[in-house]
């Protein structure tokens, strides 16, 4: 009090300080209120364990580009959740960007993950010959689990030929997905080339379009 009638005193206007001090305030304000909630976030998640060290999981993109983040929670601590992406790199996600996104955690009660593939094969080919060819090229990709069993069925007729779904499941989601995928897709295409089984370009369509022979 005394401090302040002295500032009085000497003519100091209190007005700027009244104005510094809310101006203060509010930044203090904000600050705790990321604060604690990244801290009462963290200390939630280490209680629901919905997602924990060691767990694979893939979050929409903090800075808005759309692009996921997909790696292995390396550690928790009360301001982030650290995880390491593919390339190496680390990202540090603020506990409260955590709480309010979707997460997908590819390894919450186990680490089976399923997989789908499409190969496309021409109308002509033995069909049931196809289908035992790709189920045996996915067994011998060393990534791919044999239980549950590797299966192949037709899902559609294209104009450009038949279209066999593969799913398989792999346990080790933390070296990648679309690699997995890429291994499976080289084997049937490996296979389908050695028994010569045709697999049709994708179908170009030339369209006439109407000229304006007024312009």
Same mark, same amino acid.
């Not at 510094?20 to 009462?40: C, E, I, K, P, Y």
């Given at each position: 009090?005394? *401090?302040?009638?002295?500032?009085? #005193?000497?003519?100091?206007?209190?007005?700027?300080?009244?104005?510094?001090?809310?101006?203060?305030?509010?930044?203090?304000?904000?600050?705790?209120?990321?604060?604690?909630? &990244?801290?009462?976030?963290? *200390?939630?998640?280490?209680?629901?364990?919905?997602?924990?060290?060691?767990?694979?999981? $893939?979050?929409?993109?903090?800075?808005?580009?759309?692009?996921?983040?997909?790696?292995?929670?390396? =550690? /928790?601590? !009360?301001?982030?959740?650290?995880?390491?992406?593919?390339?190496?790199?680390?990202?540090?996600?603020?506990?409260?960007?955590?709480? #309010?996104?979707?997460?997908? !955690?590819? $390894?919450?009660? !186990?680490?089976?993950?399923?997989?789908? +593939?499409?190969?496309?094969?021409?109308?002509?080919?033995?069909?049931?010959?196809?289908?035992?060819?790709?189920?045996?090229?996915?067994? #011998?990709?060393?990534?791919?689990? #044999? /239980?549950?069993?590797? &299966? =192949?069925?037709?899902?559609?007729?294209?104009?450009?030929?038949?279209?066999?779904?593969?799913?398989?499941?792999?346990?080790?989601?933390?070296?990648? +997905?679309? !690699?997995?995928?890429?291994?499976?897709?080289?084997? =049937?295409?490996?296979?389908?080339?050695?028994?010569?089984?045709?697999?049709?370009?994708?179908?170009?369509?030339?369209?006439?379009?109407?000229?304006?022979? $007024?312009?």
């Amino acid at each position: 009090i005394a *401090f302040f009638v002295s500032l009085d #005193t000497l003519g100091v206007d209190l007005g700027a300080f009244a104005l510094f001090g809310g101006a203060l305030g509010v930044g203090l304000g904000f600050g705790l209120r990321a604060m604690f909630s &990244n801290f009462l976030g963290g *200390f939630e998640l280490l209680m629901d364990k919905t997602i924990k060290p060691g767990d694979v999981v $893939s979050v929409s993109n903090t800075e808005g580009s759309g692009i996921e983040i997909f790696g292995q929670v390396i =550690a /928790m601590n !009360n301001r982030c959740v650290i995880i390491r992406q593919r390339d190496g790199r680390e990202r540090m996600i603020p506990n409260e960007k955590i709480l #309010t996104q979707e997460i997908m !955690n590819w $390894s919450f009660s !186990n680490k089976l993950v399923r997989q789908e +593939v499409y190969i496309r094969v021409g109308h002509k080919s033995d069909m049931e010959k196809v289908r035992e060819i790709l189920i045996d090229c996915i067994k #011998t990709v060393p990534r791919a689990a #044999t /239980m549950p069993a590797p &299966n =192949a069925f037709i899902k559609e007729f294209q104009e450009n030929g038949t279209v066999f779904y593969l799913r398989f499941w792999h346990n080790d989601p933390e070296d990648g +997905v679309n !690699n997995v995928k890429g291994d499976v897709q080289m084997a =049937a295409w490996k296979a389908l080339r050695d028994n010569g089984i045709e697999i049709p370009p994708p179908q170009l369509r030339l369209v006439d379009l109407p000229v304006d022979i $007024s312009s």
